[in-house]
């Protein structure tokens, strides 16, 4: 400490620019378990205030208070010559999630990122569609740089002089256990601005800590109750009849269908874009978009933020963009309410207020070589590189708040995301393809407030696309994205039966999916997460194997390591894809017993099993006292007040409860206490056999359930 | 640009930091044809200044004064929010070089660098050894950053709104013309601090840019004689009995050897370093060097810059030391006198007294995840980033500094340079090891100053070994690395003639290459350089193929397109390998008249050819009244004052002209005019037959020649 104290002393000597001694930062608690600290002079665009969070204030404090979850005095911060340092401790073999939308890897202590929005490239270095700075520790608390800057991120590398456990040095000439990455005890982050808000999350569980991060954010988005329906993205050049056509086909032969997405076709000219209807194929949109209607189907519209200079609010919206043009479109500078103004009167009058539904919208993440240099300017005078880190939010949030002004729920797509987004109804995509790698990112999602779609678009033979399917209606948004390959789900006729099947599985578990998305919304709990964030999932294990290192322990082995080939869907189920090529596979089940989703059947307890389930089983375990709220196999989402009859699985043979969610489905009514929660409960009997309730809806709330059937799936 | 300038304004009353209006800087003429500006508050270190550069004023005075070589009015500059823009123009067609050590590409327009020093990942995205921040034109002009920052060059890649060459925007639905990066008329760079300071170097031809940007530097290095010769180096846990084992071996085959490498296991621990011999491998080391010496053979040792707490400088360097170790080793603060003076002291003291004769430095470069994180803060104020900058080149200057002041001539090799270091004695090398890209990299080291070594390790075959030996013998530095791989030059049987063949070419050579590095040194023409620095290489072609365009051209086509696979080794001499697996390649031979370089014969003249030379011969073509100075085949270079005898080959037709230069090859004496230069030149005699002379040197000037012969190549 002495030596560092002195370095500061002749760094004050020394250095021309405005100096910060080290030192640990005061916290205040901003919100129930949430602190929060201001390092040095933050910019004044960060991303809480890009995503323009409004923290669910009454969620976190029924969460209730916690002590602050780390030793503060190893929390250091530093601003030196315009840069920002900081510092959080780590313990021994303690591991560390987050850092946004990784592809490739779960664990992130021991990797150097720089955290840059961008088309992921294929390796996880920080460069990715939502590269967000908060990550959470598996001891049971989250840390949130907020900044809207390219963060570097040293995640438990670097090795100071001064750490009381820095390791030995080794020599490399005759010590076998010498390492090229010595044992680092700290996260350290670069900030390259002259100051920074940090904020810390408690637990006591990573979950909580996750939960409290996600409700500072304003709470998970709940997405209309059609959004949870399947979709479809049609070629893009397709024209209004062939849109009309493609939902017959989709109807006559029984495939669910909610909304359909255009591509770029549907505007006059893209890339860069009109923003308006192209008059040749959409000759008629009002039309259009009533008879889609009629149909029971949605329209989602692809558009990518650069305005084309035959777009109606080009002269505009030009005195609001930045020095450079992406393929000759304008930027707009979103950081200013003129310029939101001007584009968001654009898509509200030419297709909002005639009836579209939501958007995709493209192309704000990367490649450096396509986008807006570093170098340009913008209006605002915010920096290219914050504009860079912020797009994706900042027109989610836009997007998102015309359609609140007009009391209408969205779900849309996005390419990309940071910090502060959980709130938004858009699930991020990409143009990568890989289906395990698909996995890895959903499972990540969940740590940092995203939405992810493991999206279909071709495949080479129908074992991918079952596959494929197979998972994507176990992610958020059930999608196979057309716009080139031209794919419908009957493309491959041999597995058209179990695709078939899989598409109304996911109809028929929308009950469940979209009680589990309003925990996203009113209690922070991510709907997809991984299996690091089960509660209790490797309590103990590191113990267990210390103890036990003279016999075989594989389950304790199992979830020590990285594990991003299955995951969490909601309170229950835990699904374990497979890929194509595989016909078995390891399942860990974590401690407690699981049964078999589709029989009901033991599966296991705390152990690692091998399952060959065929090709058109996908597995999927269910905890013990699971009650999974089902409805029938319909091809389009429950309308606003439209009833549906429910079937209640219950599995295993512990009591159970749930907390079925119900609302309009979509409005934002739910925001003025119009929703209701039934408790569903399964008990033994007198019997001994199990007997379910449920609750009725308080007076005047939503009450949509018809009729309730129950289905004792575990017969032992 | 009333656009432009109401940005500015907005911009000045909306940012919080410090602003400079976009602006053209104005120029001073430094040296003749070289320029400089200061934009805003420039860093103190710099590469420039990190590197120590003595500008060669007398030689660049001799090239002479130029036209400033841009329109400055379109160089652009800008401070803000403390960071610096600079915008430099580009014409249509115009091709540019440099941005140090690539290994893929050689043309630069269209990409975007990060440059940072760093190993090489395999991508050509300004992470390298040698990242440094100058690049070339083929409208003769070269440009240098002096930032010890890491630059985000945008490299004829951003579209400004303000550009006049701004493309059209183009309908992606429906144009076939669209393109995803429309045309750009700037490279545009990111400094991330508030000020820089720039250079332009005049032409009139690229090579000139680059001859006055070397002199600029202090000129090119000269190495000692006998660091033509060829290298060997150990494996790692080598004793002193091994190595002159080693190097008997060496004389007992007749392969040529000057000086060996040892590998980490000469000090007493490595990774981190002692930096003093290990007692039970080197018991007597004075002796070792002695007896080493009197083979004839010098000695070169490995070493990593990170100072392990055993070493017997530790105590007194830790107050000079950042605060991250690596590997447990402490992390000198080179720019700091003090830390210099001790590092140095040690090695002089253990290692450069007693007779070694140069190191290899190595690790300077990266990983991230090895080397200090930019959290790093070093006792000077200079930041972790601008260390990792310059580590390189403060590590060379301290070194050659030290051999400087005892008046002997070092030759080394580095892990990682930078700008300014064209005059260190250094040779960059690295792990990596594609033949191809080994070559592309050697072409790139001459458009920044640098030297570039494709050293040899192993080869899955013989073929292999040959074609590698083939490139190596013509680049700075003929060495086999073999610290782990333990091969020798006669390793791979079923080619250890051709192999020695080689080897001992490059011996012959040495009155050429010697030559040639003197022209590096006091003309500042890099003695290995791409065939875009031949001037005329590809003078007219895009016009000929504009005019042209209903014949063929493959000339004109094939100069237009990026060559890496052939360059030009010194004033004469086009080398075209073969990478295992050709038996064929394509040589584009410039216009004017070439000649096979082994037999004298008539190549071609601006064409493209192609050659099956087999595999016992790398294709190497003359120009036409190419003069080749060569010698014996002797085993090692000869020591000071011992007398060489000259074999003259002159090749072609045409009169021939060329400049030998001779000196003590172990000395700075050069520096005080001990040195010669002898103009040899053949043309016909009276009968028409060739015939040569060489002046005399000056009086009291060296005179190392002995017995002169003229082998006159092509018989026509």
New interface residues.
């Given amino acids: 400490m002495k030596?560092?104290l002195?370095?500061f002393i002749?760094?004050i000597l020394?250095?021309?620019s405005f100096n910060l001694a080290a030192q640990s930062p005061s916290w205040t608690e901003v919100a129930p378990g949430v602190w929060k600290t201001v390092v040095g002079n933050p910019d004044?665009l960060d991303l809480f205030n890009a995503a323009g969070i409004k923290p669910s204030l009454e969620a976190l404090t029924k969460m209730g208070h916690s002590q602050f979850p780390l030793s503060d005095d190893k929390i250091v911060t530093?601003v030196?010559?315009?840069?920002t340092?900081?510092?959080f401790p780590l313990v021994k073999d303690e591991q560390i999630f987050g850092f946004g939308l990784n592809f490739k890897t779960v664990h992130q202590r021991?990797k150097?990122l720089q955290l840059h929005v961008d088309h992921y490239g294929g390796t996880d270095n920080g460069r990715t569609h939502a590269p967000v700075p908060f990550y959470v520790s598996d001891r049971g608390y989250g840390v949130f740089v907020n900044s809207s800057r390219y963060l570097?991120v040293?995640a438990g590398?670097?090795?100071?002089?001064?750490s009381r456990e820095?390791?030995?040095?080794?020599?490399?000439?005759t010590d076998k256990k010498?390492s090229?990455?010595?044992y680092s005890d700290a996260v350290?982050?670069?900030v390259?601005?002259?100051g920074v808000e940090i904020y810390i999350f408690a637990g006591p569980s990573a979950l909580d800590a996750v939960r409290r991060y996600n409700l500072y954010s304003g709470g998970g988005c709940l997405p209309p109750r059609w959004g949870l329906g399947f979709t479809q993205r049609v070629p893009?050049?397709f024209n209004s009849k062939q849109v009309e056509e493609e939902a017959k086909q989709f109807a006559e032969k029984g495939f669910p269908l909610d909304f359909i997405g255009l591509e770029?076709?549907w505007?006059?000219?893209?890339?860069?874009c009109t923003f308006e209807w192209?008059k040749t194929r959409y000759p008629d949109p009002p039309a259009f978009i009533k008879t889609m209607k009629e149909m029971g189907i949605r329209l989602n519209l692809w558009t990518n933020p650069y305005v084309?200079?035959?777009s109606p609010m080009y002269t505009k919206i030009?005195?609001f963009?930045g020095?450079?043009?992406?393929?000759?479109?304008?930027v707009a500078d979103l950081t200013m309410p003129e310029a939101r103004k001007i584009m968001i009167n654009q898509i509200d009058h030419d297709q909002v207020t005639p009836g579209v539904s939501g958007y995709k919208i493209d192309e704000s993440d990367g490649y450096?070589?396509?986008l807006?240099?570093?170098?340009?300017?913008f209006?605002?005078?915010n920096?290219a590189e914050q504009l860079r880190q912020t797009y994706g939010l900042l027109l989610q949030k836009m997007t998102t708040d015309l359609y609140h002004e007009k009391n209408t729920r969205t779900f849309g797509l996005t390419r990309s995301s940071n910090g502060g987004g959980s709130s938004f109804p858009y699930v991020i995509y990409n143009d990568y393809y890989s289906h395990e790698d698909f996995i890895t990112a959903l499972i990540n999602s969940g740590f940092s407030g995203m939405l992810w779609t493991p999206e279909m678009r071709g495949s080479k033979t129908g074992e991918e696309w079952l596959r494929r399917m197979q998972t994507v209606i176990f992610s958020p948004m059930a999608m196979i994205n057309a716009w080139s390959s031209g794919t419908k789900p009957w493309s491959f006729p041999d597995v058209e039966k179990e695709v078939k099947e899989y598409a109304l599985l996911r109809m028929q578990l929308m009950p469940y999916l979209y009680s589990e998305f309003a925990k996203y919304h009113f209690e922070g709990t991510p709907p997809f997460r991984g299996m690091s964030l089960e509660p209790g999932f490797d309590a103990g294990a590191k113990l267990e194997l210390r103890n036990e290192n003279l016999n075989e322990n594989p389950y304790a082995e199992a979830v020590l390591r990285e594990i991003k080939d299955q995951y969490m869907t909601g309170e229950y189920l835990l699904i374990a894809p497979l890929f194509t090529g595989q016909t078995s596979r390891k399942v860990i089940l974590p401690k407690g017993r699981w049964y078999d989703f589709y029989t009901g059947n033991y599966a296991g307890d705390g152990e690692v099993i091998t399952v060959s389930p065929g090709l058109e089983k996908i597995p999927v375990y269910v905890k013990d006292g699971a009650i999974i709220p089902m409805m029938k196999p319909v091809l389009q989402a429950p309308d606003a007040g439209e009833k549906y009859d429910l079937e209640i699985r219950y599995y295993g043979t512990k009591p159970g409860r749930y907390m079925l969610y119900d609302d309009d489905g979509e409005t934002y009514d739910y925001e003025k206490g119009v929703f209701s929660w039934r408790e569903i409960k399964v008990a033994p009997d007198k019997k001994g056999k199990p007997s379910g309730t449920i609750s009725k809806p308080e007076k005047g709330k939503p009450d949509n359930v018809g009729v309730v059937t129950w289905k004792v799936m575990t017969i032992e």
């Fill in positions: 030596i560092f002195t370095y002749e760094l020394l250095a021309n004044k530093n030196t010559n315009g840069q340092y900081l510092r021991g150097i570097t040293y590398t670097g090795v100071r002089k001064d820095a390791p030995e040095p080794r020599d490399r000439n010498w090229s990455q010595p350290e982050i670069l390259p601005t002259s893009t050049l770029p076709g505007q006059s000219k893209s890339y860069p192209d084309s200079p035959e030009l005195p963009t020095t450079h043009t992406v393929w000759g479109g304008v450096d070589r396509w807006w240099p570093d170098v340009a300017v209006p605002s005078g920096s």
